[in-house]
């Protein structure tokens, strides 16, 4: 295991993901954890970027222990500024932050392979290295060498002369560094002498056998799926490791894709073999919303009715078992656990370091769910990022179709029908979006497009078919392309598949007379319009 220690940068969590990569696991905490309280002996230490000035009064710093754990540790941008502080160096305020790509010229210390060119061993001579900081290193500690530079940045890559302390001010962690992931794995292959033995296949037999043992030769565990891909293959992962003593429960709450209730009930029980109830509160909820046009409130009664309906199935299922035990079946024990999808990112957000008056944030989207069962979490995937998410579920034999399906908003067409939600506005939504989709995938589009719907707007504009008038509404399409939906660049079309989408749009969906496609990147849009 690689430790990072996370100092607040708006990157760390690409440091962590950079070193899965590299199938290695890497796990980041904040850096405010004490050495003693560490649960693991780490192979290496990474120190990553801050906000911070290490002179700022309130800065965060590391336990000095860290130095004497007798491990390697890379400092990146703060992580170097942190270590040479702490190491007897000096780090000086610079007027201007240096923000953008530069280029890194690399200093050759030693002949052959010594550890103080361990960064950079085969990586040449120059490379493009991505800068963001505004401090910077004026005076190495005792024992360092330079080992690489740049016009602007003298003290750009030092090493230790015999311990295994590396510092980069650079970001290798970021795709703009070109060779940055190489030279993070110099540092946790080379330097730590990790072994490449992160891989799901491993991982899939040891999170079953430890999903047996917390459930033990009874327990019962219920979760919420929403046919998308955490949830399907966190059910799928507890359907091999206790198979129906998970019991999968589908909320069709009224505003879902086309068919997407049948289509779940069809690959996640039929298919997957999925202890399944699905549930049709569609009623329930549309009453719910009539009126509604405020996002926030639209979130706000889905989140609450979604924890009805299931709280009352749950109870249901718990209430048919005790029953069927009366008849004199064999006692199937009771439902002890809640399966939540939870990924790391979000495990991350709630860790990671955001300054001195941070609060722990819990990030349970179903938290107080089922109080009165008293319930405790299970979480099979925690530790996975999205694409190990995706790696797993084709191991586990789930269809690629839905291995690569785009994320999906809890709240559904809800906050994608921008006035009030009908049932007649969720039919025409549903019709748009699907064939949006479909003509997607024909032209082959669908898997470099990170996230694409269509939006019905509640504006009504006049067109023409046949001889007569028409006042219709309009529908906008939306595609993106992003990396982790922080950012999002608008998705460039070949004009003739738009073209093909909004024939199709216009005459099948009654209701439709005018498509447009939205040009907007986030920021400052969002990728969702409301
Ligand atoms: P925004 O609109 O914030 O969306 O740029 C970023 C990503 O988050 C998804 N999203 C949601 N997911 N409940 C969810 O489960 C929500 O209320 C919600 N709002 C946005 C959005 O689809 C995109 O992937």
């Known amino acids: 295991t690689i430790l990072i220690l996370d100092f607040g940068s708006q990157y ?22 004490k050495i003693v309280d560490l649960h693991f002996k780490p192979k290496g230490i990474i120190l990553s970027g801050s906000p911070y000035s290490v002179y700022d009064k309130d800065s965060p710093h590391v336990d000095p ?31 201007h932050r240096e923000y953008g790509f530069a280029q890194l010229q ?29 401090d910077q290193l004026c005076e190495i500690p005792p024992d360092f060498h330079i080992i690489a530079h740049t016009k602007t940045a003298p003290f750009a890559a030092v090493a230790h002369n015999s311990k295994p302390f590396y510092g980069i001010q650079f970001h290798p962690e970021v795709t703009h560094s070109l060779r940055g992931k190489e030279v993070i794995g110099r540092f946790i292959l080379n330097v730590c002498g990790c072994r490449s033995n992160w891989t799901m296949e491993e991982f899939i037999g040891k999170e079953i056998a430890r999903i047996r043992e917390i459930c033990g030769p009874k327990g019962r565990v219920i979760g919420a799926v929403s046919g998308g891909v955490d949830s399907t293959v966190a059910a799928k992962l507890m359907h091999e490791a206790i198979g129906d003593r998970f019991h999968a429960i589908m909320v069709d709450n009224g505003v879902l894709r086309l068919n997407e209730a049948q289509q779940v009930h069809e690959m996640l029980n039929k298919n997957l073999g999925i202890n399944l109830t699905v549930v049709d509160a569609s009623d329930l909820f549309l009453s719910r919303l009539q009126d509604v046009e405020d996002p926030e409130k639209k979130r706000k009664i889905i989140g609450n009715t979604f924890i009805n309906v299931f709280e009352e199935e749950a109870t249901k299922i718990e209430a048919a078992a005790n029953e069927e035990e009366k008849q004199g079946a064999e006692a199937k024990g009771r439902i002890e656990w809640l399966l939540q999808g939870t990924l790391y990112p979000d495990v991350i957000e709630s860790i990671s370091f955001k300054g001195p008056s941070a609060t722990i944030k819990t990030h349970h989207n179903v938290g107080g769910l089922l109080k009165d069962m008293k319930l405790k979490l299970i979480e099979p995937l925690r530790e996975l990022f999205k694409d190990e998410v995706r790696a797993l579920g084709r191991l586990l034999s789930i269809p690629a179709p839905l291995v690569q399906r785009h994320p999906f908003p809890g709240p559904g067409l809800a906050i994608r029908i921008l006035g009030p939600v ?57 595609a993106v392309q992003s990396e982790d939906f922080m950012t999002a660049d608008w998705y460039v079309f070949p004009a003739e598949v738009l073209r093909r989408i909004s024939s199709r749009i216009t005459n099948e969906v009654n209701g439709i007379n005018r498509v447009t496609y939205d040009i907007s990147s986030k920021p400052p849009a969002t990728v969702e319009w409301l």
């Open 106 to 134: 690399i200093n050759k210390i030693h002949e052959g392979d010594s550890p103080v060119n361990a960064l950079f061993q085969g990586l040449g001579e120059e490379m493009q290295v991505w800068m963001s900081h505004g």
């Open 422 to 478: 009908t049932r007649e506005q969720v039919r025409i939504l549903q019709q748009a979006d699907n064939i949006y989709i479909e003509e997607i995938r024909n032209a082959g589009l669908y898997n470099e497009i990170s996230q694409a719907f269509a939006v019905l707007l509640p504006v009504r504009a006049v067109g023409v078919m046949g001889d007569a008038r028409t006042y219709e509404q309009v529908i906008a399409l939306r």
């Open 12 to 33: 760390s969590h690409l440091i962590t993901r950079r070193c899965r990569e590299h199938n290695i696991y890497a796990e980041l905490q904040p850096c405010t954890l």
């Open 65 to 95: 222990a860290v130095f004497d754990l007798g491990v390697p540790i890379l400092g990146i941008c703060y992580g170097l500024q942190e270590m040479a502080w702490a190491l007897k160096g000096k780090v000086e305020r610079s007027e």
